[in-house]
């Protein structure tokens, strides 16, 4: 999996260190190990020969991972870089993304995992300089994954998501990372153009105009049995660019009802790529929050000074039909109505106010706040159970009861 590639690993605790090492020994690799910052920020600056990927762990006993990846950004474009530490912030997560690393793992995580998102680290560069597309959940990942698989191959591909769930965002990575990115990227929108025919059908048409590049179909549940028909036969005659449809998933019922012809659905998503709602991966929906706040926040004077622990919980238990356009839409509100400098439920939420529901629980209260210290905790110990237990004053056993209850482990 691994063989010939010569790895840095920077880590001071000698167990965890000691068993990165060993498993990645047993698949090939070489490592360079170093338990100090500054020893490790020469190793790779000046490397004897080129280093493949850099495992580092956040805190170090003289500065942090983030110092190093910073430090070594500033005079070169240091190698692909995955972060490990204790379960830390979304913010965390998204400022480490956002400042260039490749990846971000928690302890204690499953080798076998770790290993695959190694793997992927060191796959071209092209498709990991960019920015996470959908969130930085496993299922987020694995769409990622599906985006890259697709970029590689040649049918035409359909995704399937909700309202607000990037699909438009997609297409374009798609595009990005295709052979095709040099050739055009074109859209049409059943759901929203008046003269969808002649947009995609008339002399220097998209069905023309797009050549060998990408042609965007979005809302694909939203054609016309006509267009179907004629589309369905546009497509088997000399058409040499490639077609990315978005769909609510719901197009899968009109195939079965015979609504959508079920042999042009099977043509266009010869490649199909399912994006989850934001209900089924409520960390990304925080993940969102926290991006378009720094984008939004930016603007606004005086900056506010965060989103609380409390309103990231309640967004985690709401249904967000609406998506990341939801989400924007509350938040722009919601920066907009915020005291003493914190984004609130209120805010975010103020339809449940005026019905007087939007509180938490007691219950829920307390354990948006025990997840909250425990989070805050685990990153102060790097992830060390013990000392974490130790500095809670809990018993390490509760910890880890606790740890499963929110999702931790």
């Known amino acids: 999996m691994l063989n010939q590639r010569r790895i840095a690993l920077i880590e001071d605790d000698e167990i965890m260190g000691g068993s990165i090492a060993q498993r990645l020994k047993l698949e090939g690799a070489e490592i360079i190990w ?3 910052m500054v020893r490790a920020l020469g190793a790779i600056r000046t490397p004897r020969a080129p280093i ?3 495992i580092c762990d956040i805190i170090l006993p003289d500065g942090t991972g983030e110092d190093l990846f910073a430090t070594l950004c500033r005079t070169s474009t240091p190698p692909p870089f995955l972060f490990i530490t204790g379960q830390g912030s979304i913010a965390q997560a998204v400022r480490l993304m956002q400042s260039g690393a490749v990846d971000y793992v928690t302890k204690p995580f499953d080798m076998s995992v770790f290993l695959d998102r190694l793997v992927l680290l060191m796959k071209p560069r092209n498709a990991l300089e960019m920015p996470p597309l959908v969130g930085i959940s496993p299922a ?4 990622e994954e599906l985006v890259e698989q697709a970029a590689n191959r040649n049918g035409h591909v359909t995704i399937l998501g909700g309202p607000g769930t990037g699909k438009i965002s997609i297409a374009k990575r798609l595009h990005e990372l295709s052979d095709r990115c040099s050739a055009p990227f074109l859209t049409v929108n ?3 153009d008046q003269k969808v025919e002649q947009a995609l059908f008339a002399a220097g048409g998209a069905m023309e105009a797009v050549g060998e590049g990408i042609l965007c179909l979005q809302s694909i549940d939203r054609m016309s049995e006509a267009l179907q028909d004629r589309l369905l036969t546009s497509l088997d005659r000399d058409f040499a660019g490639r077609i990315i449809s978005t769909t609510d998933p719901t197009i899968e019922d009109e195939v079965a009802s015979g609504s959508f012809r079920a042999d042009l659905f099977a043509q266009l998503s010869e490649v199909e790529i399912p994006v989850p709602p934001f209900r089924q991966r409520p960390d990304d929906a925080v993940w969102l929050m926290n991006r378009l706040f720094d984008q939004l926040n930016a603007k606004h004077d ?3 000074r965060g989103i609380s622990a409390l309103t990231e919980q309640a967004l985690r238990g709401h249904d967000l039909s609406g998506g990341g356009r939801e989400i924007r839409t509350r938040l722009t509100r919601a920066i907009q109505t915020a005291r003493d400098g914190w984004i609130q439920p209120a805010d975010l ?3 449940r106010l005026a019905e007087g529901d939007w509180f938490l629980t007691l219950a829920e209260a307390r354990d948006a706040a025990e997840r909250s210290q425990i989070i805050a905790a685990l990153e102060q110990t790097g992830g060390h159970l013990g000392k974490t237990a130790k500095l809670l004053r809990i018993a390490r056993t509760t910890l880890w ?4 209850k929110f999702g931790l482990s």
């Open 401 to 404: 009861e606790k740890m499963q």
């Open 140 to 143: 987020a990942q694995r769409v």
């Open 34 to 36: 170093h338990k100090q």
């Open 302 to 304: 005086p900056p506010l």
């Open 349 to 351: 939420f103020p339809e």
């Open 190 to 192: 059943f759901a929203r």
């Open 52 to 54: 493949d990927a850099v």
